[in-house]
């Protein structure tokens, strides 16, 4: 007994192999048929003229790269998977309606990837897409299944480059919402509706994406829905992407806001300078509001030209204000310092003509030096006691550096 059965064992092992193989070979050949037949049309959809059909979607994201805010674009790289049901093109005689999720049970037949061109598919494209190259090195990067009850399995890997309106209001401490949306082109909502497949997530992210500019990006910073979209020429069923790019400020602080400040307070190095240097305090004044300027220029060759006001924007003119501030108080200090510098022309006192003075005969005139006093000379007590001199008033220039050494700090 336990011989017979084992001999039983060893023929279904030897012979499923090749029963397998042949009942592949008759699905291939009868699949080619019905696409060659005259009763397939690949420019009809399938359940034309009955009901709506449902196309599943699935997501992988690859990698995204050259992140552009000049150009407002972003790079990405994804495989994409289509799943629908042709009844046109089941093999096993079923007729039962689609079921959401698809099932994909039974032995799928897997086609060439040319095979794709010989049957319908769903036109999914993206509105936003400027650029979309299907890889096909060293072989094109796509695959066609086709199960016995007529569901259909399409997947290719794309590389896409896609528009993005980017708010720079906050930059560079801004946070970029770009979309991904996905849509029929030709078939409307009563003809194809889109739906995510059963997959958790239906939009997947084989690892972390660094970016150079922005926070790593991962599933957190990742949100999909299914909307429609709507024109003149009818609604549209639409599946949206949206990634979240959060900006890196850290390379920020130490290469733009750590140089404007200390830029800024090198500025008021000029009021603790002599005021008589003037070549010194100048070129400390004029050296920093080029490099301030080439800050500037450089930050802004990044992005484009924009019609409103930046965030960054508002700490350029504010350093600006303070650095062109203590450049006008330069100016002010050697304005007076030169004022002060210029001698003063003593008055011409009036002289005694000799018409004024009485001859007398015989006598010759003699020129004399008068003194004046305007009061007796007073003795000052204590004679030994040597005389001081008052103080000395302080210059304004003196006050103007005084006062600007507090006053653009604590401003």
């Not at 849509?183 to 994406?209: C, G, L, M, N």
């Not at 484009?304 to 504010?318: E, Q, R, S, T, W």
């Amino acid at each position: 007994m336990k011989l017979s059965q084992s001999i039983i064992c060893l023929i279904v092992t030897i012979c499923l192999p090749y029963t397998s193989t042949a009942t592949t070979n008759a699905n291939v050949k009868n699949l080619l048929d019905k696409v060659s037949s005259s009763n397939y049309n690949k420019m009809i959809r399938p359940l034309h003229g009955d009901k709506s059909l449902t196309v599943a979607v699935s997501f992988a994201l690859v990698d995204i790269y050259n992140v552009d805010d000049h150009a407002q674009t972003y790079s990405a790289d994804i495989y994409h998977r289509l799943i629908w049901r042709d009844d046109r093109l089941s093999t096993d005689g079923s007729t039962t309606p689609p079921s959401t999720p698809f099932s994909l049970s039974g032995d799928a037949v897997s086609m060439a990837p040319s095979f794709a061109n010989d049957v319908w598919k769903p036109d999914l494209y993206s509105p936003s897409a400027t650029s979309v190259t299907v890889y096909d090195t060293p072989t094109p990067n796509s695959y066609i299944r086709v199960y016995p009850d007529g569901t259909v399995l399409f997947s290719q890997r794309l590389a896409l480059t896609m528009r993005c309106r980017y708010d720079f209001t906050a930059y560079p401490l801004d946070t970029q919402y770009c979309y991904m949306p996905f849509q029929s082109y030709s078939y409307t909502a009563s003809d194809v509706i889109y739906t995510f497949e059963s997959y958790d997530p239906p939009v997947e992210i084989f690892d972390k994406i660094y970016l150079a500019q922005y926070e790593e990006l991962d599933h957190s910073r990742l949100h999909y829905n299914i909307t429609e979209h709507r024109d003149n020429s009818g609604v549209y069923s639409r599946i949206e992407i949206r990634f979240t790019f959060a900006r890196v400020t850290r390379a920020y602080v130490m290469t733009v806001y750590f140089p404007l400040n200390l830029l800024v307070v090198m500025s008021w190095i000029g009021f603790w300078i002599d005021r008589t240097a003037i070549p010194a305090r100048a070129t400390l004044c004029i050296t920093t509001i080029f490099t301030l300027t080439t800050i500037t220029f450089f930050t802004h060759s990044k992005l484009p030209l924009i019609g409103y006001v930046k965030c960054i924007d508002v700490g350029f003119v504010i350093a600006f204000v303070y650095v062109f501030g203590a450049l006008v108080e330069f100016a002010l200090v050697s304005h007076y310092g030169k004022a002060a510098k210029q001698p003063r022309v003593a008055p011409i006192q009036p002289q005694l003509q000799p018409s004024n003075v009485p001859v007398v005969e015989g006598i010759p005139f003699k020129k004399t030096r008068w003194t004046f006093h305007d009061q007796p000379t007073k003795q000052i007590k204590g004679g030994n006691q040597r005389f001081k001199p008052p103080p000395k008033k302080r210059h304004i220039c003196d006050t103007i550096d005084h006062v600007s050494k507090y006053v653009f700090p604590i401003s």
